[in-house]
């Protein structure tokens, strides 16, 4: 008989799926083989898309590139005169992203990308003056950066949290590794936070998104 994990994780993979075969994914794949970094699901970066289209992005935030699948992933989905702003602190990974944007044929004017730490380019960024923010770097760095994302939008704006599951050790109360602390801060923090709205999708590993009220 067919356990119910084996069902449950059927439908996990499944619904990764649904998007079908992407060119963009497949190439944020071999940049991540050259970099080292694994990118974004593809079931993830479809919930990105969708997010960014229903909220009508202009004006978005990535916080880690990593791949540039994240930052793909908005753009597709974002208005189509829609500016993002990408952050990460490796020149590597700014030039990936520079090189999988360009290959989806976005435009360089609808991108602002920046080599350098987040904790010191998010403080110049303007309040409000953001429709979304995607949070996709180092989990111990995340709950600052919420804060931060959180200041970012206008009210109606999105925060999203890449891996908010930590890799599926979220859940599991006897694990206190410095990243599965941080994210549960991070959940912990939007849930008690009464200015927000927020959901945690298993998508990926893990797809926490808030909306600012
Ligand atoms: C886990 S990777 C993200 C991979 C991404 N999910 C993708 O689709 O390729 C994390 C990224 O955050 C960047 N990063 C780590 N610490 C950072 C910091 N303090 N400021 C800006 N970027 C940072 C790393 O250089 C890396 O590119």
Redesign the pocket.
């Known amino acids: 008989m067919t356990s119910p994990d084996k069902i449950k994780y059927a439908s996990w993979a499944y619904a990764e799926e649904h998007a079908g075969p992407d060119s963009v994914a497949e190439q944020?794949a071999a940049l991540?083989a050259d970099l080292g970094?694994?990118?974004?699901s593809e079931g993830t970066a479809a919930a990105l898309t969708v997010l960014a289209a229903a909220a009508q992005a202009r004006s978005v935030v990535c916080?880690?590139?990593?791949?540039?699948?994240?930052a793909a992933a908005l753009l597709r989905g974002a208005a189509q005169n829609a500016v993002l702003t990408g952050?990460?602190?490796?020149a590597d990974?700014v030039s990936a992203a520079r090189a999988l944007l360009q290959a989806q044929g976005t435009a360089s004017s609808r991108t602002r990308l920046i080599t350098?730490?987040?904790?010191q380019v998010l403080p110049r960024l303007t309040s409000g003056g953001y429709d979304m923010v995607l949070i996709?770097?180092?989990a111990t760095?995340a709950p600052g950066y919420a804060e931060q994302g959180l200041r970012l939008l206008h009210s109606g704006g999105l925060l999203v949290v890449?891996?908010a599951l930590d890799r599926d050790r979220l859940p599991r109360p006897a694990v206190r590794e410095p990243s599965t602390q941080a994210m549960r801060q991070v959940e912990a923090g939007l849930k008690e936070n009464d200015a927000v709205l927020s959901a945690l999708f298993p998508t990926g590993t893990g797809l926490l998104v808030a909306v600012k009220k």
Do not use: F, H, Q, V
């Open positions: 944020a991540g970094l694994e990118p974004l916080i880690g590139l990593g791949t540039g699948l994240g952050i990460d602190a490796s990974s350098g730490k987040a904790d996709d770097t180092e760095d890449s891996d």
